[in-house]
């Protein structure tokens, strides 16, 4: 007869947020989380963006210890940027459906059928296919990156797809895309979202570029989290339906107390309009990573070295 041995749990201390300000000064750490963390993370955080913003506090902070609270390929950026600095990730498992979409074999090979094209990629990708990349870019200033391009050069635009359409609009660039795509923002119904335009006439749509054009066609206001974020604190409007992760609601709803905030419905019943590697990342297993200095990101400096010319380049042409 066996029996099971159920696994020891860590102890945790009563007070999380106090014991996690603690060890942000024992360890000169600090805390960057993307919008789409669970509350808990974001009220912690010492700062909290998107892509484009977080890589630009992951290449000025003076701190030692950089605790990343978001997905695999962002930990992944900060570490590029700070060779020599402890860079952690709550959860190794926190991933991103659209990296996994771009294999770096593959992704090689179909650069090599396109030697003269110029390769903008998405900053939600691997390192592998950073360092295989001219110029990294996010939802923020994609359009302003390929804007300050020739315009006869031409251009591989990757990993997304839906990005890479909303980017064509935008330009005019008859670009190259990599046929990728993000599960979160791939589950938004056309047809629900009517369904939500017809029972909220007075709400204004905002939406994320990496939705499917049928969602697009409906929004009011095409933007990146920021920009969403903005948006809806500046606009006249009280009622507004969110078409990304709704991990942004917390924030719009901290900016602007007296709006309603709709997240919009994914194609059944499910909450996959949360992003299921986002959160794997939990208030507990931040602390944690901070108290044993455990998961850490490393590289091969080869790759860090070819992924980060690309990505300084997206810096200084950002500004």
């Avoid at 360890?27 to 963390?37: G, K, P, T």
């Avoid at 804007?147 to 990005?163: E, K, V, Y």
């Avoid at 010319?309 to 042409?317: C, D, G, N, T």
Wanted: charged content about 20%; overall charge negative; aromatic content about 6%.
């Amino acid at each position: 007869m066996f029996t099971t041995v159920a696994p020891i749990k860590p102890a945790l201390p009563r007070d999380l947020f106090g014991a996690i300000a603690d060890l942000k000064r024992e360890l000169n750490a600090v805390i960057l989380a993307h919008y789409y963390q669970d509350p808990d993370i974001q009220d912690v955080a010492d700062y909290l963006g998107d892509s484009l913003g977080l890589s630009q506090q992951a290449a000025e902070t003076d701190a030692d210890v950089i605790v990343f609270a978001g997905v695999h390929f962002m930990a992944e950026t900060a570490k590029i940027l700070n060779p020599n600095k402890l860079v952690l990730l709550p959860d190794l498992d926190a991933g991103c459906s659209l990296a996994d979409s771009c294999p770096p074999d593959q992704f090689a090979e179909f650069k090599a059928k396109h030697p003269d094209h110029l390769v903008i990629s998405y900053i939600n990708c691997t390192a592998e296919i950073k360092a295989l990349s001219d110029i990294i870019c996010t939802s923020a200033n994609a359009v302003k990156i390929v804007n300050q391009l020739p315009a006869d050069q031409p251009i591989i635009f990757a990993p997304d797809r839906n990005l890479g359409r909303y980017v064509i609009e935008q330009t005019g660039r008859d670009m190259v895309l990599w046929q990728g795509s993000c599960i979160v923002h791939e589950t938004f119904s056309e047809k629900k979202m009517v369904q939500l335009k017809i029972q909220h006439p007075e709400a204004e749509v905002i939406a994320h570029p990496e939705c499917e054009e049928a969602v697009l066609r409906h929004a009011d206001y095409i933007g990146s989290t920021t920009a969403l974020l903005k948006y809806c604190q500046n606009s006249d409007r009280q009622s507004f339906i969110v078409v990304t992760e709704p991990g942004i609601i917390h924030q719009m709803q901290k900016a602007a107390l007296d709006k309603r905030f709709i997240p919009a419905p994914p194609m059944n019943n499910c909450a996959c309009n949360e992003c299921p590697h986002m959160r794997l990342n939990t208030i507990e297993k931040l602390y944690l990573a901070m108290k044993h200095k455990t998961p850490e990101i490393t590289l091969p400096e080869s790759t860090r070295v070819a992924a980060l010319r690309p990505i300084q380049k997206m810096l200084a042409m950002s500004v």
